[in-house]
């Protein structure tokens, strides 16, 4: 199995930064996207970020410009560093990874999900 944990979370001013880090660990033989997800209280979990094993990134509009996502693929970990938070931003932050494990001689793939960690914007 592959877990992700994340790290960073917290209380922040409007007009402050945080950055969220995920580490994957386990039997990972590649790890294709890496992304960022949040969930605001009723509402859906939504893609904050994505970034791809080559680097390609995607972003979701109410973030573009403020957030910035990477990666390394070496310690298997992305970072979503977060500028200009506003309150509309708190929300629980998850962590997702998708990718192959080795299974048997075969690969298998994976998909799994963070803890997930509580970004709260208020002065």
């Known amino acids: 199995q592959v877990q992700l944990v994340e790290s960073g979370g917290g209380l922040v001013q409007p007009g402050g930064s945080l950055r969220l880090s995920c580490a994957a660990s386990g039997s990972i033989l590649a790890i294709n996207v890496m992304g960022w997800?949040?969930?605001?209280?009723?509402?859906?979990?939504?893609?904050?970020a994505?970034?791809?094993s080559g680097g390609s990134t995607n972003y979701?509009?109410?973030?573009?410009?403020?957030?910035?996502?990477s990666r390394d693929n070496a310690k298997n970990t992305?970072?979503?560093q977060m500028n200009s938070l506003k309150p509309e931003d708190t929300a629980v932050?998850?962590?997702?990874?998708?990718?192959h494990i080795p299974n048997y001689g075969l690969l298998r793939p994976f998909d799994s999900w963070g803890q997930?960690?509580?970004?709260?914007?208020s002065s």
């Open 37 to 48: 997800y949040r969930q605001a209280p009723g509402k859906e979990r939504e893609l904050v």
């Open 116 to 121: 997930g960690t509580q970004v709260t914007v």
């Open 93 to 99: 932050y998850y962590c997702n990874a998708d990718g």
């Open 60 to 69: 979701a509009d109410s973030v573009k410009g403020r957030f910035t996502i």
């Open 78 to 80: 992305v970072y979503l």
């Open 50 to 52: 994505g970034i791809t």
